[in-house]
């Protein structure tokens, strides 16, 4: 279903800062935002060093921390009152318990002050039950796409925990994945059940969470996670743009990793549950699926761009989608949360606009959002 854009206009200021960069139309001039090419200062590496509360009767619970998000700090400390050669620990001079915390806590900081305070720009201090999401990220290209899936890459896919390209040819540059598949919109479903097998055999233990999206979607991944925090991802379950049925597809959908198990052992890898040119349906295999709605009832994942979605929707253009869609749509900007999540039909030139509207323009005087406890 085509969308016509009409014409956009924006300003955005050059990485210099002094200048600024205008387009228009649907052939705009992008500013190199390579991130070798920012200034030095601006890209110059945050060191964090993390320091784990633990205690000898949890030593197995941290070494998942270890295993999991700890591997992203640049040094990791394992703080107990005894040695495990294993994570490894500090084993400091206290006591156990609720009633000691705070002489622990001291002393932790105070090892860390005489050892460490020079290594790190940053100290984060959490406990070995402290989560943090992770999210798999991976998007359906093809060959004569692979340079506007390099724009994906070069804005919101940088902070996703591990980004890959499907395609039917491999790419270096990208990379890709070189999935044995026809391209094509009536081999999209077969694309897509390849993509899901080959995350199933090679990373489902890598992450907690699975996002599928196009080459021209474009992503928040710090509200995917707010959403994401309260959800178990051992349950099978999964959001998106929900459609009576489906997810759409191209404002991304993203499975739990027990989800992904089951769409993969009952489903894909069974060819009488999900044969080769048939839909993915997850609910036949008992995948819930999820309301990304917030508090207010306002969409997260979004069918268009946020042009189209942020005014009176054409209805002779797009009676499909008040057909389709399984909550009511409200117009206009009471249509998106703020914490919306994902926009689809973005354009490179667009993605390199939002890019800068949401992490880069603050309006002075303004605070930023409340958050509200439930996600």
């Given at each position: 279903m085509g969308v016509e854009q009409e014409p956009?206009?924006?300003?955005?200021?050059?990485?210099?800062?002094?200048?600024?960069?205008?387009?228009?139309?649907?052939?705009?001039?992008?500013?190199?935002?390579?991130?070798?090419?920012?200034?030095?200062?601006?890209?110059?590496?945050?060191?964090?060093?993390?320091?784990?509360?633990?205690?000898?009767?949890?030593?197995?619970?941290?070494?998942?921390?270890?295993?999991?998000?700890?591997?992203?700090?640049d040094q990791l400390i394992f703080m107990s009152s005894r040695h495990d050669p294993l994570l490894p620990t500090v084993a400091l001079d206290v006591k156990e318990g609720r009633d000691?915390?705070?002489?622990?806590?001291?002393?932790?900081?105070?090892?860390?002050?005489?050892?460490?305070?020079?290594?790190?720009?940053?100290?984060?201090?959490?406990?070995?039950?402290?989560?943090?999401?992770?999210?798999?990220?991976?998007?359906?290209?093809?060959?004569?796409?692979?340079?506007?899936?390099?724009?994906?890459?070069?804005?919101?896919?940088k902070r996703c925990d591990q980004l890959i390209f499907m395609s039917s040819r491999h790419d270096p540059l990208l990379p890709t994945v070189a999935?044995?598949?026809k391209e094509g919109r009536d081999h999209l479903s077969d694309k897509s059940h390849a993509a899901w097998k080959y995350v199933y055999q090679h990373h489902l233990n890598d992450s907690d969470w699975f996002l599928k999206a196009d080459d021209d979607?474009?992503?928040?991944?710090?509200?995917?996670?707010?959403?994401?925090?309260?959800?178990?991802p051992l349950k099978p379950v999964y959001f998106g743009c929900r459609f009576h049925g489906f997810m759409s597809g191209g404002a991304g959908y993203v499975l739990s990793r027990e989800a992904v198990n089951r769409l993969a052992e009952e489903a894909l890898l069974n060819p009488r549950t999900c044969p080769l040119g048939?839909?993915?349906?997850?609910?036949?295999v008992g995948v819930e699926a999820g309301d990304s709605r917030d508090e207010f009832g306002r969409w997260r994942f979004f069918p268009f761009d946020p042009e189209t979605q942020l005014n009176p929707i054409v209805e002779h253009r797009f009676n499909w989608l008040f057909r389709f869609t399984h909550y009511n749509y409200t117009e206009g900007p009471e249509c998106c949360s703020d914490t919306a999540i994902a926009f689809h039909y973005v354009s490179p030139n667009l993605m390199h606009a939002m890019e800068y509207l949401?992490?880069?323009?603050?309006?002075?005087?303004?605070?930023?959002?409340?958050?509200?406890?439930?996600?």
């Open positions: 956009f206009r924006i300003v955005i200021p050059h990485e210099s800062g002094t200048h600024a960069v205008a387009y228009m139309g649907s052939q705009p001039v992008l500013p190199n935002w390579d991130a070798e090419k920012l200034p030095t200062e601006r890209m110059r590496k945050v060191r964090v060093l993390c320091w784990i509360m633990t205690m000898p009767g949890n030593h197995e619970k941290a070494m998942h921390v270890k295993k999991t998000w700890g591997k992203r700090c000691h915390l705070s002489d622990k806590s001291h002393a932790a900081w105070k090892y860390v002050y005489q050892h460490h305070l020079n290594d790190s720009d940053w100290f984060l201090k959490a406990d070995d039950d402290t989560y943090v999401v992770r999210v798999l990220c991976w998007i359906m290209t093809m060959p004569g796409n692979h340079e506007k899936a390099m724009h994906v890459k070069k804005t919101w896919g999935l044995d598949v979607t474009y992503v928040v991944m710090e509200n995917l996670r707010y959403m994401l925090h309260k959800h178990d048939k839909d993915e349906d997850v609910s036949i949401v992490y880069h323009l603050h309006p002075y005087g303004v605070c930023s959002i409340n958050q509200a406890d439930d996600a």
